[in-house]
């Protein structure tokens, strides 16, 4: 199916090693978070940050997000964010439930990038009393919902302001992994050093099975992080097998490994696209510009991906997206399909 | 470690019938629910409940509690459960969370089972007024806290109190399959006959990696039930891994298997423990009356367990837990060591 | 004051009537909303509407909206209203808290008025999923933030755009009797009758001292409303004055006449504006072109008004409201100052 | 209706002193707590208090409760109370609303008056772990709920065992008057000195409109009280009158000459009712052992009264409660029909 599959990352199959990983981890007989392979995270992950962190294990990036943002935004507050970033659109409003309600300030920019700029016209016009909401986050996602990586400038950028504000900064990063390897930036220098507080740190579109970690910099984790963590339902009792997948991915950088091959297959695919190209392809997501009878005739040769809006004769728009096992001669056949049309 | 691991069901492996339908699900690829996997649930549910029933899975049974008391309680209603109920005392506030703040209304019965006649009397003392928090909804647990399986005669007598007063039935089943692996009734007979409209169906204890079971009953799921679980962060995106090990659980019966392995494990546990006993044993929980020296004899024997309270020379309690791969054989040895005590 | 205070309806004094309800109202002695004027609402506000309504006192526009708005959306809905409504704007978030996290959906629309073609795009670009929050109703305000008052048909539009799409419709009537005053049309025909499903009925700003109405139609309050209330802390033990206050408002159609003479002041405040009027005045907010200087000008003989936005030398805006004891005669002065600037 | 009414003291009067405060606010004329009104109450407070506080008007005590106890726990942690506590019984769930789902942790005691060992006992068997709800709080009411006073070294040995665990001490003053009138000690005595972070400091049933204080020592107070006030639909536009009541009730001490009032006439009723008395009268509530006929019998006479409970012919009690009218002249028919029994 990795010829054809490009609707969607989450559908890929889980890489071989996490696999074996969770194998394993069947030795390993703890509950909660009390097993060997939990008690790791931390170690793990300040090792990858080059700085002391605290790692948990979720289930989804959705309650990575929701308890992020609950954590740094009371009820009574805000979190600023892009109008069509994922928290907004695509999670049922998770981070109001675990928040108890704070709300969610929408911002423009070019391909779902905020700027330090519209960032700072927001908190101007924001009264500092308490008819109005007052922002207490910002949160970006990096790659973009539309596929672009920030450059550790771009990102502190956002942090400065936010900081001369009192607001923490959290990174969407569903594809981290993706907007790393395309950068070529290290992690430290795309999130703490560059002003992030906490980090949604995705592996189940990079090859993982369900377990994201939450990641928290600069002593930004603490008291509520693990009691928001069980309350939502998060605390598997054999979470071990959560901690196993981490590790397994980021042992000998298989994230990055895995996030190269799929953004190479999307490079491959958006040079195949040439001026259809709706956006620069800086992850492992491709938007096109596609006609209705375009896309059908790539379906008729067995391509699935996803419309992006309308679609029509006139015109329409398509996303397709590349996994870990995805790489540049994988998604060969729809570069050739996709040129010829 | 068979031999040894008594402090929970927790920490048991996983099934290899359900690493192997891991494995053979990473064929699939589609995300979320949509897989062939996930739509197969509610037929395969049906079947074993002998009834058409609306299933969905989620990561933890702290997860399907919560989903299923929201779904029947609103914010200003209560639900009715016993003071040990696993929601109230170890849920760090689940059910609240996700409803928007209901309240758990408790009531005292023995080994951790609540009576009609006390769900009664606390619904006569409420005054049918907006001052007073009215209920919508009763909880029970089966296996209960104490390890005590409810008979179908039983549970319809707190289901048909319920229905008089216009209240769900839930029940906490986490341990369910020990339950009927234990009084012999069937699904149905333990469920739906009986009154009960959501089950909280686990399979983590039994065998599973990190998949449970909400299953509706009567036609009560519906409209909210699957965005509570999105908005809980529990729409895994690579969902067709927790359809796998559920489906992998109640083919060819492998959780009644299960449980009647840890049960007979449980049952030589309680026959050695003679006198010790605190309660009946129904499930797969043993509770022994156990003095600190004692409890020190058996860990440097190497057997791992859980302090039930405070320990001390003059007495004390311990939880002895078994698993679906600690049959009659396999406890033989901590059988052994509690009757020589 | 009447002279020169213009910066808020919120200030004005209570109308002797009012007053006097009050003081009539301390020989009644029943508690809560027992109390035979309480009593009274429904048939009271049953008589105002031409049709069968359910009426609750509260204490303030917030609480009253975020009731009505809880009542129709569970916490994983949405609410559509304009980006500049008062609930989303002023309210710090109060319909989130009420209703456990429901998102307010936010549209454009000149003079803070929505239109049934921005309601429907919206509408139709959220994807029937549980990832997206769904709609459940619609709240507009009358009159707008701006002063702008709906006519009946232009309220029909919205409310059936929403029907279609099984929203309830709920009108943010802060200033409902301004905009009634101004179009003459009757307080039937501005609500259910184009499809309005609650009103929050504002009487502070026109005369009252803390209570407001909240009314439903065509059956949609019940169940709910009063938990929220009292939930939210709004079931005054001694109701009975907050029921005088409605009482004595409605009766002898006071309300009308004072939000008659309020708009007669903004008016004649408007003619005087000349070309400075930002929006048509259409209820008694008067909305002007004003520069650092003018502004300064006009404090310097006593007017007290809100600067709208910054203010700077070549421009900046004033909201001017005025309240039911501002008639024409009792603004002449601002009126005489403002034409001579 | 002074000789006959004893069901509440929130069905009393409005006291002409507090009546001519509203009608002295008229003239005041700005908006939410901007007014002189408001602004005086920090100050008028803490001379109450002879330390510097924090004070906030709200309407009702339930609001003050709520937001007092939203201030002081998270939504994941939990408030200890007495289980017949005001906050548990008769506020329809508000503080789980205003705190996104806070917990209240059921205590027993006399005269629902709780002790600083069951506190302990409470707090000992918490598991410090994320599955248990931690404490963040104590509530306690004085009067109790069964119109007991607390005296300072009572107070302090609940203050002193929540102070060892972290936790803040929020005392439901809705008849603080009546307590403080009765023990002769000083509000500071009962209050801040004994370790009460948070008073909801009660007027309405005292004589008061509409209006309680929300009073904070310690600075215990600050961000998110106004935020939650205003969430809560509590800034009233027109605060001034709730601030004038305030100030009327505690300028030259009429809360307590009120109060003193009330509990002579409870006084009178309580020596009247004899060895029918359920619990010792140190307020103005009299809890007296009635039957059926007995109640209809002082029913006949006109007396209007609370049934505490269910009444038969074997027995059954009722709850009169004194108000601020009802001193012990004018209770005297009453204590003479109760004699004469």
Request: glycine residues 10%.
């Amino acid at each position: 199916m990795t010829a054809t599959r490009f609707f969607s990352d989450n559908a890929a199959r889980v890489h071989p090693r996490v696999m074996a990983a969770l194998e394993a981890a069947n030795a390993v007989d703890t509950a909660y978070d009390g097993d060997a392979l939990s008690q790791r995270l931390d170690d793990a992950f300040s090792h990858v940050f080059d700085t002391r962190v605290e790692a948990i294990w979720v289930a989804t990036g959705t309650a990575a997000n929701a308890i992020a943002l609950a954590h740094f935004a009371r009820q009574w507050q805000g979190v600023l964010c892009h109008r069509e970033a994922h928290i907004e659109v695509d999670e049922c409003g998770a981070p109001a439930m675990y928040s108890g309600g704070a709300k969610l300030m929408l911002l423009k920019g070019e391909g779902a990038k905020i700027t330090p700029e519209a960032v700072s016209e927001r908190l101007a016009a924001i009264r500092p009393d308490v008819h109005q909401v007052q922002a207490a986050a910002i949160s970006i996602t990096n790659a973009t919902e539309y596929g672009l990586a920030w450059r550790p400038d771009e990102v502190a950028s956002i942090g400065d302001v936010g900081r001369e504000h009192g607001l923490n900064l959290h990174m969407d990063g569903a594809r981290f992994a993706n907007a790393a390897a395309h950068t070529g930036f290290s992690p430290a220098e795309l999130t703490w050093r560059a002003g992030v507080d906490a980090l949604s740190f995705g592996f189940v579109k990079n090859g993982g099975m369900n377990a994201e970690a939450l990641v928290f910099f600069n002593g930004c984790g603490g008291a509520g992080v693990r009691e928001l963590r069980k309350r939502g339902g998060h605390l598997q009792s054999k979470g071990r097998f959560a901690a196993a997948q981490l590790l397994a991915m980021i042992e000998n950088d298989l994230w990055l490994t895995n996030a190269r091959a799929a953004n190479a297959g999307a490079k491959l695919i958006a040079e195949a696209a040439g001026d259809r190209l709706l956006h620069p392809v800086e992850a492992n997501e491709v938007f096109i510009r596609l006609s209705a009878t375009e896309a059908a005739s790539l379906r008729s040769l067995g391509f699935d991906f996803y419309d992006w809006g309308q679609m029509s004769e006139e015109g329409g728009a398509a996303r397709l997206v590349t996994s870990w096992d995805q790489d540049a001669e994988a998604v060969a056949p729809l570069a050739k399909a996709l040129a010829a049309l």
